[in-house]
């Protein structure tokens, strides 16, 4: 069973910058799993804004965060990372990471759909406003 903590969320200004963390309990490194982080804003769905399979070798980021969000993973103590910058608005939503066991091949290609992944974080509140 895997647990994962999220922490890192707040207020921050448009144009600002914002670390998340993704806590794991696992005794497997974080290459075992295959990782999605995902965002729901208000009245909206959960949707898919990266994707990465470490032993796949592929990765994915939807077109709304390409260049401006970057994933990090620290093996040494088991927790991923979520560096947003350039914050926009938009950005608004509740963040949350997710993961399931393996290189699931197929799993970033297309949209990153929910219901690939079988392990959450609880989420945590990103707010960009002035």
């Known amino acids: 069973q895997l647990q994962l903590v999220e922490s890192g969320g707040g207020l921050v200004q448009p144009g600002g910058s914002l670390t998340l963390s993704c806590a794991a309990s696992t005794r497997f490194t974080l290459d075992y799993y295959s990782w999605g982080w995902f965002r729901q804003a208000p009245g909206k769905e959960r949707e898919g804004i990266i994707c990465?399979?470490?032993?796949?070798?592929?990765?994915k980021y939807v077109d709304s965060v390409k260049g401006r969000f970057t994933v990090a993973k620290d093996n040494a103590n088991n927790t991923m990372y979520l560096r947003m910058n350039d914050l926009k608005p938009e950005d608004t939503s509740i963040y949350y990471c997710?993961?399931?066991?393996?290189?699931?091949?197929?799993?970033?290609?297309?949209?990153?759909?929910?219901?690939?992944?079988?392990?959450w974080g609880q989420g945590t509140q990103v707010t960009v406003s002035s």
């Open positions: 990465i399979s470490y032993h796949a070798g592929s990765e």
């Open positions: 997710a993961a399931v066991w393996g290189p699931n091949l197929d799993i970033c290609l297309g949209v990153i759909e929910n219901h690939r992944f079988n392990y």
